[in-house]
């Protein structure tokens, strides 16, 4: 049941009875039960995994207005005005493309019988040449004999025995036991492949694997392991690589006595992660991956989380929102006096500043020249693939009323560059199938320029290989798509569609033996469409090519793949969630020695 505005009042309507024009009410938990466009609300952020693969939250206002259906609300609240429902909606043109993928045959399974073939009619050429043989010899014997006029019994009997001779060829030589063989060795694969903590569901994509000539993989947290780090930091009017030692602690920290701080009262006050103790007493971070990694940084500098936050009382924050781009905090200092911490996107918080901490730690005025050395900082952390962002600080004095967060006059303190790190191996695994004749590209819906920076760290991206988007990719002829397949490595703002057009030009007009990567729904057609379907994780049990929508359950021919072991509980209110089911069942069934249930 959901609740919606018809008729000119508030009421609940089950989700299935919603219609165009339907304005539904959202809040904090809510999956978005169509496609709609946002008509009012506050601070609402979807989650769009579901669909883009894309882990970054997205903020809806009405500069950017459109939701789509099967994404889920993470913050905030909202008013949606309902423009498709039902198979009309782009999770509905997901599953719709995910039935109209037909039943292909393994290369195996083609190779196998086209030996069969070759073999049978081999087979039936030498019995025939056989019986005609013994027939022609056995009839020469009869008129050296001057015998060719008396038939006996025996004589027919004889011919008859030729007959069966060349029957029993043509029995021998069909390969009756050569699918058995194969599917023993599947069998034995794929018991292998289950101590590796590999779900297969159908033998044929085990064998299949064996034949792949190109893999699509997608970025996000398959290549990458979503897990976000501060990799350098200017500060002080220096650039800073962070290092750490196998402990965790920071490596050679240079930074003013004076700056250090400041610098820690920025990371703890103004943050929307939290630190907390789990059950055996460990401290975790909770909060987007940004925020987390900084919150990370800010403890490995030697900052007491706790002991901030309790010092100053926080008397107005402006969460972050992707219209101001940035997130502020104005605190009570316990010494007397205000001051505002401000972090965001590094061309607003920069322009906002008119004061930098220099190399002793004091506030000087910035000058054009400083200004410009921070913009090219800030430039060439971002060709690093990093994510950067500037705090700032400002001292307000006592008589500053109506506790309102300045706009100006800040005083820059830091830009930060944040990564997602590479998996460990994936680089030695891409050159790995490279040597085996493999191609490798990959497919995301990131930023060309952040893509082109982690398939280089991976091997990808090669010299000579192409780098595209996917609106210029879906706006290409056949004849130009021709020419540019071969040479494409990354594609980069990429649609479902983009994904699945790829995959199915790789296997009609290249003849290719694809295999795919994927985490997500939006993964889900493109999963059917290749020879081999690598589900990532969990997220794979959520695509079904049902008309029912209680059952779910994973593309054909899928290989479900899981990460490291984790210990997490299930939570016992969503107990029922297929998904959550699905998760647990799917993880028993990996890591079980026995394999049938």
Not at 88 to 116: C, F, H, I, N, Y
Not at 138 to 163: C, G, I, N, P, R
Not at 562 to 589: Q, S, V
Request: charge should be negative; glycine fraction near 8%; include cysteine.
């Amino acid at each position: 049941m959901i609740q919606v505005t018809r008729d000119g009042y508030r009421q609940k309507v089950p989700i299935y009875d919603l219609v165009v024009g339907d304005v539904v009410h959202l809040s904090i938990g809510d999956q978005v039960p169509a496609d709609g466009v946002f008509i009012s609300g506050y601070s609402l952020v979807i989650d769009e995994s579901s669909l883009s693969g894309e882990s970054e939250p997205i903020n809806v206002y009405k500069g950017k207005p459109f939701l789509l259906a099967g994404t889920k609300v993470q913050d905030g609240s909202g008013k949606m005005l309902v423009t498709a429902v039902g198979m009309r909606t782009e999770w509905g043109k997901v599953m719709e493309t995910l039935s109209e993928v037909g039943e292909d045959k393994t290369p195996l399974q083609v190779k196998l019988k086209g030996v069969a073939t070759l073999i049978g009619k081999i087979g039936l050429g030498f019995a025939f040449l056989t019986f005609l043989v013994l027939t022609v010899r056995f009839l020469v014997e009869k008129k050296l004999h001057d015998d060719f006029t008396h038939w006996s019994s025996s004589d027919a009997l004889e011919l008859l025995d030729y007959f069966a001779i060349a029957v029993t060829i043509i029995v021998v030589a069909f390969p009756e036991g050569l699918p058995l063989a194969a599917t023993l060795s599947l069998a034995f694969a794929t018991q292998k492949l289950m101590n590796e903590k590999a779900l297969v569901r159908h033998l044929a994509a085990c064998e299949t694997m064996g034949s792949a000539t190109c893999i699509c993989s997608d970025k996000t947290g398959t290549l990458t392991t979503n897990h976000r780090v501060v990799d350098k930091i200017w500060t002080c009017g220096k650039e800073r690589e962070v290092k750490t030692s196998e402990s965790g602690a920071i490596l050679h920290l240079d930074i003013s006595e004076k700056a250090l701080p400041v610098l820690l009262q920025a990371i703890f006050q103004n943050t929307s992660s939290e630190l907390v103790k789990d059950k055996d007493g460990k401290n975790t971070t909770l909060g987007t991956s940004t925020e987390s990694a900084i919150l990370k940084y800010g403890l490995l500098l030697g900052g007491d989380y706790n002991a901030q936050r309790q010092e100053c009382k926080i008397l107005k924050v402006e969460p972050f929102n992707s219209v101001k781009k940035k997130m502020s905090v104005l605190v009570a200092l316990p010494d007397g006096g205000l001051r505002a911490f401000c972090k965001g996107a590094s061309e607003i918080v920069l322009g906002m500043c008119d004061k930098i901490v220099d190399s002793d730690g004091e506030r000087v005025h910035m000058s054009e020249e400083q200004a410009r050395d921070i913009t090219d900082v800030i430039n060439s952390f971002a060709c690093e693939a990093l994510r950067t962002l500037c705090f700032a600080f400002k001292d307000i004095d006592d008589a500053f009323n109506g506790n309102n967060i300045p706009d100006g006059g800040y005083t820059l303190i830091a830009v930060v560059g944040i990564k997602d790190l590479v998996r460990p191996g994936v680089n030695k695994a891409v050159q790995t199938c490279l040597a085996a004749g493999i191609t490798v590209r990959m497919v995301t819906g990131d930023h060309i320029n952040t893509a082109k920076a982690i398939a280089k760290k991976c091997g990808i991206l090669t010299e000579g290989g192409l780098a595209i988007e996917g609106p210029d990719f879906r706006d290409k002829s056949p004849e130009e798509l021709k020419d540019i397949i071969p040479r494409i490595q990354v594609m980069a703002r990429s649609l479902p569609s983009d994904k699945h057009k790829l995959v199915s030009n790789l296997r009609s007009m290249f003849h290719e033996v694809v295999a795919v990567t994927g985490d997500g729904i939006n993964d889900a057609p493109t999963l059917k469409e290749s020879d081999i379907g690598l589900a990532m994780g969990i997220a794979g049990t959520e695509s079904s090519s049902s008309d029912e929508p209680e059952q779910s359950e994973l593309p054909t021919e899928t290989v479900v793949t899981f990460g490291a072991k984790t210990e997490e509980p299930l939570d016992p209110e969503l107990r029922n969630e297929p998904t959550l089911m699905h998760r647990g069942l799917l993880r028993f069934m990996a890591e079980d020695k026995r394999s049938t249930y």
